[in-house]
C-alpha cells in the first residue's frame, strides 16, 4: 500500500466518451502529479500542482483537463481521446514540489485503452 | 537536451545470482538520481535517492552507485529472488535555468528471476 489510490484501476472508452480519472493521497502530502506511461518509453509528466494550484502543464492537449479540489484528491477529466492516448496513467504524490530530494509516491495506475 | 539512458533493456538471471543494472545520464545541472522499482501493474517504488555527495546507498539487497564525475549510475542486486523480476528506473532530478525542479525518467531495465 503506497498510500496513493488510483480509480479506476482499467477503464475502456470509445473517442467520443467522457469520463474522470480519480487520484487519492492518504500520505499528507501537498503536491500532486498525473503521469503517462506508454510503452518501451519514459515516463511522460502531464501536470503538477502543488498546494492546490497547477505548477506545470507539459504541453498536454486540452482533451485532457486536470482537477485538484484540495491536497488529497486529483482527477483527470478525459473527453474526445485518440487511440494513441492508449497508456497507464499514473498518478504520484510528494511533500512539496520545492522538496527535490523527497521521493514521489505513485498510485497503480488506470489503464486506459481508448477504442 | 537532458537525457538518462539505461541498459541492458531487459535482463533474464536465476535466481540466487547477482546483477547490475547501469544508467548513464546528460542532465544538468545535477541535484539527485533515483531508482525506482515497478513491479508489472503497479506503480513505480523508490528504493533510493543520492545526492551530489553521495556515491553509494543501500536498501537491503539493492546498492546503488554514482559517480557523479563520469555522470553514471549503477544499481546492484544481491542474491536475487524471484520477487525482484520488474523494471527499474532510473531517474535524475535537475533545476532548469528558470529555477524550477525537473526530473527526467529513463526507459526502465525490464528484470525477469527465473527459478
Known amino acids: 500500500e503506497t498510500g496513493v489510490t488510483q480509480t479506476p484501476r482499467h477503464l475502456v472508452m470509445g473517442m467520443t466518451n467522457k469520463k474522470s480519472l480519480k487520484c487519492e493521497q492518504h500520505?499528507?502530502?501537498?503536491?500532486m502529479y498525473w503521469y503517462k506511461q506508454s510503452a518501451k518509453k519514459p515516463l511522460e509528466l502531464m501536470f503538477v500542482y502543488n498546494f492546490k494550484e497547477q505548477t506545470e502543464n507539459n504541453s498536454v492537449p486540452s482533451r485532457f483537463s486536470p482537477e485538484c479540489p484540495n491536497s488529497s484528491h486529483l482527477f483527470l477529466h478525459l473527453h474526445t481521446l485518440q487511440p494513441e492516448d492508449s497508456a497507464l496513467y499514473l498518478c504520484?504524490?510528494?511533500?512539496?514540489?520545492?522538496?527535490?530530494?523527497?521521493?514521489?509516491?505513485f498510485g497503480d495506475g488506470t489503464r486506459l485503452s481508448i477504442l | 537536451k537532458n537525457q538518462v539512458e539505461q541498459s541492458p533493456q531487459s535482463l533474464i538471471i536465476l535466481e540466487g545470482k547477482n546483477c547490475t543494472l547501469q544508467c548513464n545520464y546528460t542532465v544538468s545541472p545535477f541535484s539527485n538520481l533515483r531508482w525506482y522499482k515497478q513491479d508489472t501493474g503497479r506503480g513505480p517504488v523508490s528504493l533510493t535517492i543520492m545526492t551530489f555527495s553521495e556515491n553509494t546507498k543501500s536498501n537491503g539487497r539493492y546498492t546503488a552507485t554514482l559517480d557523479a564525475d563520469t555522470k553514471q549510475s549503477s544499481l546492484h542486486i544481491t542474491a536475487s529472488q524471484l520477487s525482484d523480476s520488474a523494471s527499474y528506473i532510473c531517474?535524475?532530478?535537475?533545476?532548469?535555468?528558470?529555477?524550477?525542479?525537473?526530473?527526467?525518467f529513463g526507459k526502465g531495465t525490464k528484470l525477469s528471476v527465473i527459478p
Open positions: 500520505l499528507g502530502h501537498n503536491a
Open positions: 531517474v535524475v532530478g535537475a533545476y532548469s535555468g528558470a529555477g524550477s525542479y525537473q526530473l527526467t
Open positions: 504520484a504524490s510528494s511533500p512539496d514540489r520545492g522538496r527535490s530530494n523527497q521521493p514521489q509516491h
